[in-house]
């Protein structure tokens, strides 16, 4: 089992950043693929980030791609999330996810592990 605990999230005005952070526990992720998703509410939980086992490959949505960057540590089993020029349509509660495979996807049915959430509110 994996437990994921996300952190960092937080109110900001639009054009600010935050950095999120998502700590491992129970079993390394180094061999897994990482994402991160969101949900707005009254939305459906949609991909944000994913990253591969080793960090070499990366894939961002079209919304925030060029605004967020995703990144991880294995030697601290973390994975990060920096989000930068942060606009009100971010606003949503951030999970981290892990994937039980060495490469990427898009899709949240292919995660197995998931986190408990970061709010992330931006102002206008």
């Known amino acids: 089992q994996v437990q994921l605990v996300e952190s960092g999230g937080g109110l900001v005005q639009a054009g600010g950043s935050l950095r999120l952070s998502c700590a491992a526990s129970?079993?390394?992720?180094?061999?897994?693929?990482m994402g991160w998703f969101r949900q707005a509410p009254g939305k459906e939980r949609e991909f944000v980030a994913t990253?591969?086992?080793?960090?070499?490959?990366?894939a961002y949505a079209d919304s925030v791609k060029g605004r967020f960057t995703i990144s991880r540590d294995n030697a601290k089993d973390t994975v990060y999330l920096q989000m930068n020029s942060l606009k009100p349509e971010d606003t949503a509660v951030y999970y981290c996810a892990a994937r039980i495979d060495l490469s990427i996807s898009y899709s949240r049915h292919e995660y197995r592990y998931w986190g408990q959430g970061t709010q992330v509110t931006v102002s206008s």
């Open positions: 129970g079993r390394t992720i180094s061999i897994y693929a």
């Open positions: 990253i591969n086992w080793s960090g070499l490959t990366t």
